[in-house]
Structure formats: C-alpha cells, structure tokens
Nanobody
Framework: QKQLVESGGGSVQAGGSLRLSCAATHYVYMHNCLVWFRQRPGKQREGVAAIYTADGNTYYADSAKGPFTISKEDSNNTVYLQMNNLKPEDTAMYYC?????????????????WGRGTQVTVST
C-alpha cells in the first residue's frame, strides 16, 4: 500500500490556480509533520509548506507565503496545497512527504519519506 499518493497537478496558464492533494494512510497521517516540497528543472528539491496534523500548525517557505495555502482534512487523511496566482517559475514536480515528528521552524531540514510526485506546469 502506497503511503502517500499525490494528485491534482496539471498544466495551467500564469495567474491560474491548482489544488494538489496528498492522500495518506492513517498511520502516516496521524500526528506527523506532512509537507509539500517541489523540484524545479535543474534545481534541488525545496520546501514549500508544512503542516502538523495533530494541531494544524502550518509553516511556509517565504516564496509560498500568500499565494499558497496548506490545509488538512482529517476525515480522509488528506493534506492539500492550494496554489493561486501561479507563475511560470512555479513549474516543478511537487512532492508530498512525511516525518514521524512534530513540525517546527526547521521543517525544511527534516528527513522525510516521499510520494512519487505530481507535475505542475505553468505557461505564459
């Protein structure tokens, strides 16, 4: 059974919106730090946002504050990333990950287990 399954990626024009979903197993979802990272062409994987499923506290990379919102839905063990006002530089493979710990200010440096990712392409 796959622990994390991402969906919702696609191709949009600049200024458009997408909502990514990360469906997790119950074990993975409960009381863990769940995150969205992305890897742009030719770049290293970088953190976008994090959420601690036990209390809903959220954390964002500076580039994501404002246009991106991470949220969770406990009833179906799913974490979302709402992305608004997309720009061509947001084009990337987006990955969902989890770590068996509480999220904190250094969430971008934790060790995660990953899903397979979902591609987002933003055109001009």
């Amino acid at each position: 059974q796959k622990q994390l399954v991402e969906s919702g990626g696609g191709s949009v024009q600049a200024g458009g919106s997408l909502r990514l979903s990360c469906a997790a197993t119950h074990y993975v979802y409960m009381h863990n730090c769940l995150v969205w990272f992305r890897q742009r062409p030719g770049k290293q994987r970088e953190g976008v946002a994090a959420i601690y499923t036990a209390d809903g506290n959220t954390y964002y990379a500076d580039s994501a504050k404002g246009p991106f919102t991470i949220s969770k839905e406990d009833s179906n063990n799913t974490v979302y990333l709402q992305m608004n006002n997309l720009k061509p530089e947001d084009t990337a493979m987006y990955y969902c990950g989890y770590s068996n710990r509480q999220c904190g200010e250094r969430w971008r440096f934790y060790t995660y287990s990953w899903g397979r990712g979902t591609q987002v392409t933003v055109s001009t």
